[in-house]
Nanobody, 123 residues
Framework: QVQLVESGGGLVQAGGSLRLSCAAS????????MAWFRQAPGKEREFVAA????????YAADSMKGRFTISKDNAKNTVYLQMNSLKPEDTAVYYC????????????????WGQGTQVTVSS
C-alpha cells in the first residue's frame, strides 16, 4: 500500500549513535502501524521496535529497550529509529515495515517493506 525507503545507515564505533529514517510514499501512512526489523547474515529477521499509527504507543525488543527509540512523524510521512549505545552485535541490515491499523511484533504480519539499510558497528 505504501512504498518505504530507509536511509541513515553506515559505519559507527561501539558506543556511538545513529539515526535511521524511513520515508513513506502513499496516502495511508497516517493509519499505518510501523516497525523496524533487522537481519544479520545467517540469522532470522528479528523485531526491533514498533509504533502505533498515531505515533503514540511504542514497543521495543527487550534487548534494545533503553537504547533504541522509534518515532513517527505523520506530517513528514517518516519513521525514525534512534539508536544509542551501539554494540557490535547490532550490526545488521535494518528494515522498516508497515501494515494498516494494528501494531504487532511479528514480521509475518507486515506486508510493506523497505529495501533495508546497512548498520555496521565496529569494536
Amino acid at each position: 500500500q505504501v512504498q518505504l525507503v530507509e536511509s541513515g545507515g553506515g559505519l559507527v564505533q561501539a558506543g556511538g549513535s545513529l539515526r535511521l529514517s524511513c520515508a513513506a510514499s502513499g496516502r495511508t501512512f497516517r493509519t499505518y502501524a510501523m516497525a523496524w526489523f533487522r537481519q544479520a547474515p545467517g540469522k532470522e529477521r528479528e523485531f526491533v521496535a514498533a509504533i502505533a499509527p498515531s505515533g503514540v504507543g511504542t514497543y521495543a525488543a527487550d534487548s534494545m529497550k533503553g537504547r533504541f527509540t522509534i518515532s513517527k512523524d505523520n506530517a513528514k510521512n517518516t519513521v525514525y529509529l534512534q539508536m544509542n549505545s551501539l554494540k557490535p552485535e547490532d550490526t545488521a541490515v535494518y528494515y522498516c515495515a508497515g501494515r494498516n491499523y494494528i501494531v504487532t511484533r511479528n514480521k509475518n504480519d507486515y506486508g510493506d517493506w523497505g529495501q533495508g539499510t546497512q548498520v555496521t558497528v565496529s569494536s
